[in-house]
């Protein structure tokens, strides 16, 4: 027996609404305009009951959309999306755990199997330092996008590919000159790799 569009909506409204009534979410079922009677009804519902309604040609549901509701949801979706995809891309720029564990908050074995699954391969020892010239440059890509506030994963992201050095020596000197305060730059002197002013 081949279900139809109809079928699949209505069976999957009455599982949701069978689970509402086993967890006791009245307010829900209110909601979905389910009355005493229908209540009752749905108590008597069996899973055979549920795969009857494969048969059917049509519906009993009143659908609308809620567009406030949606948008709110649409929205939530895209930001979770970009996150993960900018987490990604992070991982795969081969940035530090410490780097994705302050920007995400993700624990070390959880960004050990992203590391696997993404192929990146194991780091060994400590980042090459950027040469003086690369150090200068990465100095003024940094100190033009910081404004006091810790930078997005995007916003490393974009450093990465503007400067071309390592994600992780990148994420090593930008936190050493955090720590050193300073961040704009604006003394005329000229700020080292090593974090102190030249």
């Not at 048969?55 to 970009?82: K, N, P, V, Y």
Request: glycine share 6%; hydrophobic share 40%.
């Amino acid at each position: 027996m081949n279900a139809t569009r109809e079928a699949d909506l209505v069976s999957a409204v009455l599982m949701y609404a069978i689970r509402c009534l086993v967890e006791c979410d009245w307010a829900a079922l209110r909601n979905m305009k389910f009355g005493p009677k229908e209540i009752e009804a749905l108590r008597g519902m069996t899973l055979a009951d549920l795969y009857r309604i494969e048969s059917l040609r049509g519906h009993c549901l009143d659908i609308t959309l809620d567009r406030r509701a949606f948008w709110q949801m649409i929205e939530h979706l895209r930001s979770r999306r970009e996150s993960e995809e900018a987490l990604q891309s992070l991982i795969a720029a081969d940035a530090p755990q410490e780097m994705v564990e302050v920007l995400f908050g993700l624990k070390p074995r959880m960004y050990s199997r992203l590391r696997r699954n993404l192929s990146v391969d194991p780091s060994v020892g400590r980042p090459a330092e950027p040469d003086e010239e690369s150090a200068t440059r990465l100095w003024e890509v940094w100190s033009s996008r910081v404004d006091g506030s810790e930078p997005t994963a995007e916003a490393y992201l974009e450093i990465h590919r503007e400067t071309g050095i390592a994600m992780r020596a990148i994420w090593n000197l930008t936190r050493r000159w955090s720590m050193y305060g300073n961040l704009n730059g604006r003394t005329g002197r000229k700020v080292s790799h090593t974090g102190g002013d030249g």
